[in-house]
């Protein structure tokens, strides 16, 4: 087996065994990674990078999309029209090559990882 095919596995049982909150928590995380990665792409003018990291921040955010409960109450509607307001400045900074636009998803992405985690510590 591979070191890389062993980590992959590793990574995987790893996640299985994480809480749905934490998990939540660690998607908030990945958004942020990807999109301070895409922000160095720019710098660097890499496009193929800019857009893979840019890619993988929408896929987060529309696995987050798609996870949501609209049974729990309206936070969910509210979750929905955000995440895809989201979704939608990473594709025009992909286009636009804008680190701003960035820069205002990850913001969006502070503020929903530590209300995550207060309302987290409080259960």
């Known amino acids: 087996m591979s070191p890389s095919t062993a980590y992959n596995i590793y990574a995987q049982n790893n996640v299985a065994v994480e809480s749905p909150a ?3 928590e660690m998607l908030y995380e990945g958004v942020l990674r990807f999109n301070a990665q895409a922000k160095k792409a720019i710098k660097d003018e890499n ?11 929408i896929a987060i955010i529309a696995e987050l999309l798609a996870t949501l409960d609209y049974n729990a109450g309206n936070v969910a509607t509210y979750l ?7 979704i939608k400045l990473l594709t025009e ?15 969006v992405f502070k503020g929903l990882l ?7 510590d409080l259960v």
């Open 80 to 86: 929905d029209g955000l995440y895809t307001y989201q």
């Open 47 to 57: 496009i193929e990078k800019r857009a893979y990291w840019i890619n993988r921040s």
């Open 93 to 107: 900074a992909n286009i636009q090559n804008d680190a701003e636009k960035i820069d205002t998803v990850s913001n």
């Open 22 to 24: 934490k998990l939540i």
């Open 114 to 120: 530590e209300a995550w985690r207060e309302t987290n």
